[in-house]
């Protein structure tokens, strides 16, 4: 069965500095797919970016992207220029099936 | 386009009492699934379905069951409800393509079921 590791129950960061949210996992698999998703104090969980595992290329999205190292099975979250809008829960997770304990993020302006 | 729904968004119920928690989706997603999220835990699957009429357990399952007569609506079923399941649930919805999870989830807001 595969497994998701998040670390850092909490971190902070100040309005327009870059943090970057740990994540790593486990599986026997090649081809799969990794996911961070978004939880804001609204509670509705929308998805931040997607990582498909025969990719090679760091997936971006604006302000966010993810290192990607598939022979360390690490997928981290780097969100760059942080905004008071980026404090939430944020999880990582493997596919559909699999989530990691989350970790919560203060943007300090 | 409403995406995924849920009702009811807060619940509480006494120790034995039944409910249902609906769950529908309006973008002809195959994959549909039902997580409950407690702290420190994230989130943990309860049931899942790629397709009407077909369910599957995933890792909590004891304690609700499911049905899936149409492609739009998924609801959870607490048969006889206990304090351990108070939780926050959600529904979400995917495309089903083979295998590899590839495809990302579209969540419902929760609903927050408290038993006493």
């Known amino acids: 069965a595969q497994t998701v590791t998040q670390s850092q129950p909490e971190m902070s960061v100040q309005e327009a500095e870059t943090v970057t949210l740990s994540c790593t996992y486990d599986t026997s698999e090649s081809d799969y797919y990794l996911f961070w998703y978004k939880q804001p104090p609204s509670r509705q969980m929308i998805l931040v970016i997607r990582q498909e595992a025969y990719k090679q290329q760091n997936a971006t999205e604006n302000r966010f992207s993810v290192n990607f190292q598939k022979a360390a099975k690490s997928f981290s979250l780097k969100i760059s220029d942080s905004q008071l809008g980026d404090a939430a829960m944020y999880f990582c997770?493997?596919?559909?099936?699999?989530f990691g304990t989350g970790t919560r993020l203060t943007i300090i302006p | 386009n409403a995406g995924v729904t849920q009702t009811p968004k807060f619940q509480v119920l006494k120790t034995g009492q039944s409910m249902t928690l609906q769950c529908a989706q309006d973008?002809?997603?195959?994959?549909m699934s039902w997580y409950r999220q407690d702290p420190g835990m994230g989130l943990r699957l309860i049931h899942y379905s790629v397709g009407a009429g077909i369910t599957d357990q995933g890792e909590v399952p004891n304690g609700y069951n499911v049905s899936r007569s149409t492609t739009e609506d998924f609801p959870l079923r607490l048969l006889s409800a206990a304090p351990s399941q108070t939780s926050v649930y959600f529904c979400?919805?995917?495309?089903?393509?083979?295998?590899?999870?590839?495809?990302?989830?579209?969540f419902g807001p929760g609903t927050r079921l408290t038993v006493l």
């Open positions: 979400a919805s995917s495309l089903d393509r083979e295998g590899l999870g590839a495809d990302t989830q579209y």
């Open positions: 973008m002809n997603h195959e994959y």
């Open positions: 997770a493997y596919g559909k099936l699999t």
